[in-house]
Structures are given as structure tokens and as C-alpha cells.
């Protein structure tokens, strides 16, 4: 991949940063992007630069503001001058129970899983085209089986898996347009969602009796940008057979 310039949303920590770190062990470089991880995202630009200069940078951005999504593409180009692809990664993530659903929870989890990535998407789609790009979702094995208890986030991420269909029809032949879907992968911060218990009956309901780590995502979206280039409108669950068990 050496040469590619690729832009991750949520780059700075926990999967982000494994996917940004894979695309650079490929050769990619890298616009980072963060929303409020600037500490984070610094340190890791800072380690891959050591690596191979100027290789990594950084920008700071609240998906949900629209208007502002452009702007990312632009210092993309700006800096490195051209975008070969986009992983939208950056996602919120909290239960809904039936009953304390109100619009706040609808406009995050609406707009961090579902909205910003089409619009960026979209902003994306002109440079893309002219590189014969890809774009890259981070979906979830619960759009197809909605989690309990989690009923935006479970409809954000439908919304999301039908996006990546229906933009592999649309920016079809010049743009590829995939999502990868965990299962059980690193664990929320804290026990606010999965308490210890809850987290050994999922780790039980995995055939392969463990649960994901980061890198198991990043490895399967740097194949779906570097390796597979007649593989568009697919969504590749990677959660160590647990869709199969559910």
C-alpha cells in the first residue's frame, strides 16, 4: 500500500488505533482522525512517524456536525494529495432500553453510526472515484440481530449495513464499498453495558471460545482495501463464529 493515503474515523484508541496501525504496517499513510482523544491520537502519530516520516497525521472533528465533514477530505488532500480510502470507524455506543429512548440517544447513535458516515462518505465519493478507492464500515453482527436493550444502536447499525449496499451500487465500477462486523471484541470501558457475568455468557456463546481482539478487524479491512479488489456490497462478519450461534 505504499503510497495510499487512507483516513480512519475514530483513529486515536482501541480498534481505530489497531486499524491505523495495520494500514501503516502495509504501507498506508494515514490521516488520523479524533474527536476528543487528542493525547491519544498525538502519541500514536508521533510512534508511526518515528517509523516513516511525515507517514501519519492528525485532525480533530465532531462527526455531528455535517457541515464540517467536507473539511476532512480536504486536509486529507491538502496534506498528502490524494484519499485512496475510508474507514469509518468512530462510534458510539450505549443501551437504549424501550421507555428511555429520547432524541438525544436517537441523534448520537443515529448520527455517529449512521449519518456521518454517508456524509462523509459522500464527500469522499469525487477524490475516490479519481483513485479507483474504497470505503470500509465497521457494522456489527446485531444489525442483522438486533442486541437487547439496544434498539438504536441495533437500527443505526442496519441503517449502516444497508448504506454499504446500497453505495456499492451507486459508486460502482470506480469505488468499492464494504463493512466488516464484530461480535464480542474489545469490551466497553467499565461495566456500565457488560458486567463480568454477562461477559463470560457471551464468551461462551463463541465457537472459536474466545473473545476478538482489535486486530482481528484491522487484518480483515486492510485485506478489503489492499487484496480484494472484486469484492464490493459485502459485509464480513468477524466474530469467531458467534452470528452462527445466535
Same mark, same amino acid.
Given at each position: ?14 480498534? +481505530? ?5 495495520? @494500514?501503516?504496517?502495509? +504501507? ?12 491519544? #491520537?498525538?502519541?500514536?502519530? #508521533? ?12 485532525? *480533530? ?21 490524494? @484519499?485512496?480510502? @475510508?474507514?469509518?470507524? /468512530?462510534? %458510539? ?11 438525544? =440517544? ?24 479519481? *483513485? =479507483?478507492?474504497?470505503?470500509? %464500515? ?44 464484530? +461480535? ?7 461495566? %456500565?453495558?457488560?458486567?463480568?457475568? /454477562? ?18 478487524? /484491522? ?28
Amino acid at each position: 500500500m505504499q503510497g495510499k493515503v487512507v483516513l480512519v474515523t475514530g483513529g486515536a484508541k482501541r480498534i +481505530g488505533a489497531a486499524i491505523v496501525r495495520q @494500514l501503516h504496517a502495509a +504501507g498506508a499513510n494515514v490521516m488520523l482522525h479524533y474527536r476528543s482523544a487528542h493525547t491519544e #491520537a498525538r502519541a500514536l502519530a #508521533a510512534e508511526l512517524n518515528l517509523q516513516r516520516p511525515n507517514s501519519v497525521a492528525i485532525t *480533530q472533528a465532531d462527526l455531528l456536525n455535517i457541515a464540517g465533514l467536507p473539511v476532512l477530505v480536504q486536509q486529507t488532500l491538502a496534506h498528502f494529495g490524494r @484519499l485512496d480510502a @475510508l474507514v469509518n470507524n /468512530a462510534s %458510539s455506543f450505549f443501551p437504549t432500553p424501550v421507555g428511555d429512548i429520547d432524541e438525544h =440517544n436517537w441523534l448520537d447513535l443515529m448520527g455517529s453510526n449512521l449519518k456521518a458516515p454517508l456524509f462523509l462518505a459522500q464527500a469522499a465519493a469525487p477524490e475516490l472515484k479519481k *483513485q =479507483n478507492g474504497c470505503i470500509v %464500515s465497521i457494522a456489527d453482527i446485531h444489525a442483522e440481530r438486533p442486541m437487547k436493550g439496544h434498539v438504536v444502536y441495533s437500527i443505526a447499525k442496519a441503517g449502516l449495513v444497508a448504506m454499504t449496499r446500497s453505495l456499492a451500487r451507486e459508486l460502482a465500477p470506480e469505488v468499492r464499498v464494504n463493512a466488516v462486523a464484530p +461480535g464480542a471484541n474489545i469490551w466497553p470501558d467499565g461495566e %456500565s453495558v457488560f458486567d463480568e457475568l /454477562a461477559r463470560q455468557r457471551i464468551a461462551g456463546t463463541i465457537p472459536l471460545k474466545r473473545v476478538g481482539e482489535p486486530d482481528d478487524l /484491522a487484518r480483515t479491512i486492510v485485506f478489503l482495501i489492499k487484496d480484494a479488489p472484486y469484492i464490493t456490497g459485502q459485509v464480513i462478519n468477524v466474530d469467531g463464529g458467534r452470528s452462527v450461534y445466535l
